[in-house]
């Protein structure tokens, strides 16, 4: 069959992206900007590739027609805490718009599950999308999941964060919240087997593990399988705001996402029934086995998605063509060069940069500076890497976004996403004389940038020195 993945470069597009393939469908991504679509050349060759933004205004034969199945994995949770159902509307409808150019039969959305007569913003939103695709002309299979539990996934990696970094808890009242997580490979099973099934049609199924556990409950079971014990207390008086901070905080998450999780936690969210695991004979994995496989993708450097790759994990809101073209004029710069002899070693050592690796100078200043980012309401360094040696257009690394990674023409470019008085870009460069170069450019707003920037000159000097020298001699 022909399948259209929209939001083919996010968490679940990209996990459900090579099973489509594995299945052999042939698969049409859609995506906003296709240099962001984090896939290796052998996959991109299989698949059809368009670039589409369903909030702007519709373009005719955009789409192939011939499309049998669409998926549809559209969310702007992330992306604000005012306007993102708007948002999420106005996708959906023009979803259905676009959908009527084709001849899809079949459209799977994955939603969230809403069984509370006061549903939160984000769980309202997505019945809200839920009711205006059943608008469209095509038979709807809408699959409610709750948290995700994955290598990657934004639940996950805040339970991991909160575990790994707080022994002792002290936390809001809505830790004890039950909810239904299922594992990433469930869902992806689940979304898969649906395709073409009739007794699927305009119905929508409650999808979960086997287990119904408190939030309290899954960071112990938690701490319980990676061998260590943690201590939760339990405290009425944290109010949302304050829990939003608490979790901005502690875990790598952003603000907006952690406004609308906290929004979301202190409603319980449990599948009603279980009629689409019977009808399919799928075997749920329990909270732990999903733990334990996500480990092991970790251990194995598989991770193959992650959501703090996903823009609105930051504060780059762009299309990144905007700023691949470093400015010229009005600027201020540290350049350094280097003269190097083992090439590959190098471009190596630079495709590593950042995460586990660090910066190869002075680590612990880039860790203040992360911190004091935080503080200042930016993303800070929790966000690490999703590889621990590849790099692809729209990934975040630490503090930065990647802009422009090309190994053939041995170049890396990055856009700060710290707060800055100003807009900075850092890029690593071999040139055909076998010189590396390495730039930290900054374009200042104001006499505050100008001020910022050589308050920080000294600093600049030894760490940069030091970090293109040590990149050049790492092994």
């Not at 604000?80 to 259905?96: G, L, M, P, V, Y």
């Amino acid at each position: 069959m022909k399948i259209l993945l929209t939001g083919a470069n996010g968490y679940i597009g990209m996990r459900l992206l090579p099973q489509l393939l594995d299945l052999g469908h042939k698969v049409v991504c859609a995506v906003r900007d296709e240099k962001r679509l984090s896939i290796d050349e052998d996959t991109r060759a299989l698949v059809e590739i368009v670039e589409i933004d369903f909030l702007k205004a519709f373009q005719p034969d955009l789409l192939p027609r011939d499309i049998d199945i669409a998926y549809y994995l559209i969310h702007s949770m992330s992306s604000s805490t005012t306007d993102f159902d708007e948002k999420e509307a106005r996708s959906a409808e023009a979803f259905n718009v676009y959908m009527a150019e084709t001849h899809v039969q079949q459209v799977i959305y994955l939603s969230g599950i809403v069984n509370d007569t006061q549903l939160s913003k984000h769980l309202s939103s997505r019945k809200n999308v839920e009711d205006i695709l059943y608008c469209g002309k095509f038979n709807l299979t809408v699959l409610r999941a709750g948290i995700i539990v994955g290598s990657g996934s934004s639940s996950f990696e805040i339970i991991r964060d909160l575990c790994e970094k707080l022994p002792f808890m002290i936390t809001p009242k809505w830790v004890l919240t039950k909810t239904q997580p299922i594992a990433i490979r469930d869902v992806i099973t689940f979304l898969t087997e649906v395709i073409g099934n009739e007794d699927t049609y305009n119905d929508s199924f409650d999808i979960g593990g086997p287990d119904v556990l408190t939030y309290k409950q899954m960071l112990q079971q938690y701490a319980k399988v990676r061998g260590f014990k943690n201590w939760i207390l339990t405290v009425p008086v944290m109010t949302p705001k304050l829990s939003s901070y608490w979790l901005y905080f502690v875990t790598s998450t952003s603000y907006k996402l952690a406004i609308n999780l906290v929004d979301s936690m202190k409603m319980e969210v449990i599948a009603k029934d279980n009629r689409l695991q019977d009808l399919l004979g799928i075997r749920t994995h329990t909270y732990k086995e999903a733990i334990d496989m996500a480990f092991k993708k970790i251990e194995q450097n598989l991770v193959v998605s992650s959501w703090k790759d996903s823009m609105v994990s930051g504060r780059f809101k762009k299309n990144l063509q905007k700023y691949i073209q470093v400015p010229k004029y009005g600027i201020l710069k540290d350049e350094k060069t280097l003269k190097i002899k083992d090439e590959e070693r190098v471009l190596r050592n630079i495709w590593k940069i950042g995460g586990n690796t660090g910066w190869y100078y002075g680590n612990w200043l880039w860790r203040i500076r992360g911190f004091l980012d935080k503080l200042n309401g930016g993303v800070g360094l929790r966000r690490g890497r999703t590889h621990p040696d590849k790099i692809y257009p729209g990934d975040s690394l630490d503090f930065w976004r990647v802009l422009l990674a090309d190994r053939e023409a041995k170049r890396l470019l990055l856009f700060a996403e710290m707060r800055l008085p100003g807009e900075a870009w850092l890029e690593f460069k071999i040139d055909e004389r076998n010189v590396l170069h390495q730039t930290a450019t900054f374009r200042p707003k104001g006499l505050r940038g100008r001020l910022y920037w050589y308050s920080i000159l000294p600093f600049h000097y030894f760490i940069f020195e030091g970090m293109i020298r040590n990149i050049a001699k790492a092994k």
